[in-house]
C-alpha cells in the first residue's frame, strides 16, 4: 500500500506543478513570447507545453484521484464510478458540441488532445471524472459529518440525495470561474459559436453542467449499490479538497488576469467555501470519534472494573 501512496503523490504534486506551468504559460510566455530568448532551450519546452501540458496535468489529476479512490474505497467504486462520470459526461459533451443541448452551442480548440469523434477531447471526461469524485466525496463526507448529530438522524435517507446535489453544485461552482477565462485567453481552450450574457457565457451552460454531474453521480452512487460497493464511515478527505482547490484556484487566477470578478465571487460562495466546510466537518467528526474509547476498549474497561469490584468483596 505504501508504493501506491507514493505513486498518488507523486501524480498529485506533478498535477498541481503542471497547473502552475500553465498559468506561467498562458499568462506570462503567450503575452510576452519574447521572454523565451533568455530561458534555455525556452522555445523547444513552450512548443512541449503547448503540445501536452493541457494533456498532462489533467491526466495526472485523473491518476491521483483514481489512486485515492481505489486506496480508500476500493477498486470496484473506482472502475463503476469512472464508468458514470465518464460515459455520461462524454455523451453530454460529444451532444452539446453537435447540438448545443445541454451546454450551448460551443466547439473545443487544439490544445487538450485527440478528440473523439473530431468534437471532444479525450481529456475532458477525465476531467469530470476526477473533480466529480472529488466534488461529491467531499459532499459526502459533509453531509455524513453533519448528519451523525442527533437532531439530524431522522434524514439519514435524504443525505445521498444531499450529496448529489451538493456535489454537482461544487462542480459547476468551478465551471462558473473557469469557464469566461478559459474561452477568452490568447489562447483559447474552446469557444461559444453565440456568445452569452454572463462574461461570453450563455446561463444555459450552468444547467447543463449541473444536470450533467447530478445524473452520472447518481447513476455512480447507484452503481455502487448495485456492486456491493460499501463506503467507510471515516474517509479523509484531504485529497478531494487539495485537487478541488488546486483547479479552482487555477481558474481564479485566468479569471483575475482576464478581469472577471464576479464569476470569483460566485464560485467562492457556492464552491470553494462549501468544500472547505465538508472538509472541516469531516475533521471534526473524525476527531470525536477518536477521541472516544472503541467498543473493545469500553468492554475491557468494564471487564476491568467488575474484576475490582469482586475482589473488593
Known amino acids: 500500500m505504501r508504493y ?9 504534486y506533478g498535477h498541481l506543478i503542471a497547473m502552475a506551468f500553465g498559468l506561467a504559460g498562458l499568462l506570462w510566455v503567450v503575452p510576452h513570447p519574447e521572454v523565451l530568448a533568455y530561458l534555455p532551450a525556452g522555445s523547444t519546452l513552450f512548443q512541449w507545453s503547448m503540445a501536452g501540458g493541457g494533456v498532462g496535468y489533467i491526466l495526472l489529476g485523473a491518476l491521483a484521484v483514481a489512486l485515492y479512490g481505489y486506496r480508500t ?6 472502475v463503476t464510478f469512472a464508468i458514470a462520470a465518464i460515459g455520461i459526461s462524454l455523451s453530454s459533451e460529444l451532444l452539446g458540441t453537435s447540438t ?22 479525450f481529456t475532458i471526461p477525465l476531467s469530470w ?3 466529480g469524485l472529488s466534488a ?7 453531509l455524513g459529518a453533519l448528519g451523525s448529530t442527533g437532531a439530524a438522524q431522522g434524514h439519514r435517507g435524504l443525505r445521498p ?51 450533467t454531474g447530478i445524473v452520472f453521480m447518481a447513476v455512480g452512487l447507484s452503481l455502487w ?32 488576469a482576464a478581469g472577471f470578478y464576479l464569476p470569483i465571487v460566485m464560485g467562492m460562495v457556492t464552491g470553494m467555501i462549501p468544500a472547505i466546510l465538508c472538509w472541516r466537518f469531516a475533521i471534526q467528526q473524525d476527531s470525536s470519534w477518536q477521541a472516544q474509547p472503541s467498543t473493545g476498549t469500553t468492554q475491557a474497561l468494564a471487564a476491568t472494573v467488575t474484576a475490582a469490584k469482586v475482589m473488593v468483596k
Not at 474505497?73 to 473506482?78: D, S, T
Not at 451538493?166 to 468551478?174: E, R, Y
Request: charged content about 5%; proline content about 6%.
Open 4 to 12: 501506491l501512496v507514493t505513486l498518488e503523490r507523486f501524480c498529485l
Open 73 to 78: 474505497l476500493g477498486l470496484k467504486a473506482v
Open 100 to 121: 448545443g443541448f445541454p451546454f450551448g452551442h460551443y466547439s473545443y480548440l487544439n490544445g487538450l488532445g485527440y478528440k473523439i469523434a473530431g468534437l471532444v477531447p
Open 129 to 131: 471524472f476526477y473533480l
Open 136 to 142: 461529491f466525496l467531499l459532499a459526502r463526507s459533509g
Open 161 to 211: 440525495l444531499g450529496a448529489v446535489v451538493l456535489g454537482s453544485v461544487l462542480l459547476t461552482s468551478w465551471d462558473f470561474v473557469l469557464d469566461p477565462a478559459m474561452s477568452q485567453t490568447a489562447l483559447p481552450f474552446w469557444y461559444w459559436h453565440q456568445p452569452g450574457a454572463f462574461f461570453g457565457m450563455p446561463y444555459q451552460n450552468f444547467a447543463g453542467w449541473l444536470g
Open 225 to 256: 449499490r448495485g456492486v456491493g460497493v460499501q463506503l467507510p464511515a471515516r474517509l479523509s478527505v484531504t485529497v478531494p479538497l487539495v485537487v478541488y482547490l488546486a483547479n479552482f484556484t487555477f481558474a481564479t487566477v485566468m479569471s483575475l
